[in-house]
């Protein structure tokens, strides 16, 4: 029985742009979006990033963009900046092809790692669309909280994609890294 060699993780250079954006769009809009479990092609339209977004994430700051790789082949994606004494974890895509195969997993996993030991943070928060019941659960087994704290959709921005609904907000989660208190 052949076994998979695991991920290797890195950070995303300036040339891995536009893999990132095609990765993140597949996952998340469009048909290709429904192949995987993850996709908001139901709540949304229109795009996900473009490549000036991903390539500002790549210069700024106490942020980094983790890729996970094998074999050469971009299998997942995340950005991680550190905001205060908590990192920030967003735009986490897995090719919908591969997602439920423990890729997204350990990818969230390297950034926590990242985040406790590069910057010493005490907790990773984000924020999940609301209605994504069955990605926050995800969150919920990989020891993330619901904060009950809310922030409303940026309606008008299609940054952010072009809403198939009028409720949506997104909820906090959190989760303390070992040695702190969220």
């Known amino acids: 029985m ?21 990765l993140v769009e597949s996952a998340y809009r469009g048909d290709s979006g429904r192949l995987g479990w993850t996709t908001e092609s139901d709540l949304l339209d229109g795009r996900r990033t473009n490549v000036e ?4 994430l790549l210069v700024q700051a ?7 790789e094998r074999d050469g082949e971009l299998l997942a994606c995340c950005h991680v900046e ?12 897995v090719n919908p092809l591969l997602q439920n195969g423990g890729i997204g997993k350990a990818l969230l996993a390297e950034a926590e790692r990242h985040a406790r030991e590069r910057w010493q943070c005490l907790a990773m ?4 669309i609301e209605q994504r019941a069955e990605l926050i659960a995800w969150y919920e087994r990989r020891g993330y909280q619901r904060t009950g704290e809310y922030r409303p959709f940026p309606y008008g921005d299609e940054r952010f994609g072009i809403p198939r609904r009028d409720d949506l907000r997104f909820e906090w989660l959190v989760k303390t890294l070992s040695g702190g208190t969220a």
């Open 62 to 68: 106490d942020s980094v963009v983790l890729l996970a």
């Open 2 to 22: 052949p076994t998979t060699s695991p991920p290797v993780f890195r950070p995303a250079l300036a040339a891995d742009v536009p893999a990132i954006v095609a």
């Open 125 to 128: 928060r984000m924020t999940v």
């Open 53 to 56: 977004g991903v390539a500002e």
């Open 82 to 93: 550190r905001q205060g004494e908590a990192g920030y974890f967003g735009m986490f895509a």
